[in-house]
């Protein structure tokens, strides 16, 4: 049994984010009828995921924990009321985009989310548009504004994700390629899509979130 919510899905972009160049690392491959997303290593990277949207840890995604995330990234990070009130209708629209009605009984299990992830991967439009709540995570954790995030800004990241902080420096140390420790907005955005994107092994951007849960 497959979900499908086809006339939810397709409503049309209006984010800037959706203009960030995707295609280039996206559609590489000339064989477009693979399904991806079968490995277990993408498998354990969504499980990861899993973990960290479920805010309150009580094994379901929630609509209350997309709130509960807001309220994380924009406390313990430093979104203004206004970014805030945006990144809440960003979460909401993905919300009800991804998982339908907004009511506490609305309960996305682990197998559930992996079996969308893996229909999102394989779908060019949905899976250009995944991405928008990003560039609101960045911006929660630039704490000085310069518009790149220094090893400490990382920790902050982590910290708003509720992962240890020795975690935050190995991760960064993968994750800043260049090492001059820095992450900027484009490589951020390239690093978290990538998370989502690529069954390799090699990327770095395997550590973005963190350690992988087992
Ligand atoms: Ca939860
Ligand atoms: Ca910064
Ligand atoms: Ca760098």
Redesign the pocket.
């Known amino acids: 049994m497959i979900r499908r919510m086809s006339s939810k899905r397709n409503v049309h972009q209006s984010r800037a984010s959706a203009s960030v160049d995707e295609e280039s690392d996206s559609d590489s491959d000339s064989d477009e009828e693979r399904d991806l997303g079968q490995s277990v290593f993408w498998r354990r990277k969504m499980r990861t995921l899993h973990s960290h949207l479920d805010v309150n840890k009580d094994g379901v995604i929630s609509y209350e924990d997309f709130m509960l995330l807001a309220d994380r990234f924009a406390d313990i990070g430093h979104l203004t009321p206004e970014a805030k009130k945006e990144f809440q209708k960003v979460l909401s629209d993905m919300w009800q985009e991804q998982w339908g009605e907004i009511s506490p009984y609305n309960l996305v299990g682990v197998e559930q989310y992996l079996e969308e992830m893996h229909h999102v991967l394989n779908d060019t439009s949905l899976k250009r548009k995944c991405h928008h709540f990003l560039p609101f995570l960045f911006k929660a954790v630039?704490?000085?504004?310069?518009g790149?995030?220094?090893v400490e800004?990382y920790k902050l990241f982590f910290k708003c994700l509720d992962i240890d902080n020795d975690h935050a420096v190995i991760s960064f140390a993968h994750i800043d390629q260049n090492e001059d420790g820095k992450i900027t907005e484009k490589e951020f955005m390239r690093l978290g899509r990538e998370f989502f994107l690529t069954e390799d092994h090699t990327k770095p951007s395997k550590h973005f979130w963190g350690p992988l849960v087992d």
């Open positions: 630039d704490k000085d504004g310069d790149e995030i220094s800004e």
